[in-house]
Nanobody, 119 residues
Framework: QVQLVESGGGLVQAGGSLRLSCVAS????????MGWFRQAPGKEREFVAR????????WYRDSVKGRFTISRDNVKSTLFLQMNSVKPEDTAVYYC????????????WGQGTQVTVSS
C-alpha cells in the first residue's frame, strides 16, 4: 500500500501563486509516475499534470500549460505542483495520485486539498 498526503492548498487571488506538495509513503519501490488531478463542484475529476518518476518527463492539460509546473523530489518521495497566474477556473479540490504500472490506471489517491481562486 501507498499513502499520499497533500498539502499547500488555500485561498489565493487571481494572478497569484500557490505550491502544492504530496508526500508518498509506504511501499513506494515500484512507481511509474505520479500526477495531479482536480475536481470542481458539480464537475468530473480531470487530469492536470503528471511526471514520470524515473525519467522526469512531464505532461499537462492544455489549460494549465505555461502556468503550472509539476516536479518531484526523488529522495523525499515528494511531488509538487507550482501553480502560477492562477485563474478562478482553477478552483477545485486537487488530488495527488500514484501509479505503479505505466500501462494501468492510477492506483492510489490522496485525500485532496482545496484550492480556491478569488477574482
Amino acid at each position: 500500500q501507498v499513502q499520499l498526503v497533500e498539502s499547500g492548498g488555500g485561498l489565493v487571488q487571481a494572478g497569484g501563486s500557490l505550491r502544492l506538495s504530496c508526500v508518498a509513503s509506504g511501499r513506494t519501490t515500484s512507481r511509474c509516475d505520479m500526477g495531479w488531478f482536480r475536481q470542481a463542484p458539480g464537475k468530473e475529476r480531470e487530469f492536470v499534470a503528471r511526471i514520470n518518476w524515473s525519467a522526469g518527463s512531464t505532461w499537462y492539460r492544455d489549460s494549465v500549460k505555461g502556468r503550472f509546473t509539476i516536479s518531484r523530489d526523488n529522495v523525499k518521495s515528494t511531488l509538487f505542483l507550482q501553480m502560477n497566474s492562477v485563474k478562478p477556473e482553477d478552483t477545485a479540490v486537487y488530488y495527488c495520485a500514484y501509479r505503479v504500472d505505466c500501462e494501468s490506471t492510477f492506483d492510489f489517491w490522496g485525500q485532496g486539498t482545496q484550492v480556491t481562486v478569488s477574482s
